[in-house]
């Protein structure tokens, strides 16, 4: 599966890409700015996560400086 996100402020634009998509047989979905804040923050944890123990006193003291 691949996908691509289209951010506009047009209504219009959006709903005509939406049609063209389905007409060809893609399926697509309108995201809020919820979901795509959540989006990025599932990427921020899967690209950050080492499977490693981190100190939680000295992760703290390092973000405090």
């Known amino acids: 599966m691949q996908a691509i996100i289209l951010?506009?402020?047009?209504?219009?634009?959006?709903?005509?890409?939406?049609?063209?998509?389905?007409?060809?047989?893609i399926k697509a979905k309108t995201l809020s700015e919820t979901d795509m804040e959540e989006l990025g923050?599932?990427?921020a944890i899967k690209s950050g996560k080492?499977?490693?123990y981190v100190d939680t006193d000295s992760f703290l003291?390092?973000?405090r400086k």
């Open 7 to 25: 951010d506009t402020d047009s209504k219009s634009d959006l709903k005509l890409l939406m049609e063209i998509a389905r007409k060809i047989g």
């Open 41 to 43: 923050l599932v990427h």
């Open 50 to 52: 080492t499977n490693e």
């Open 61 to 63: 003291k390092k973000l």
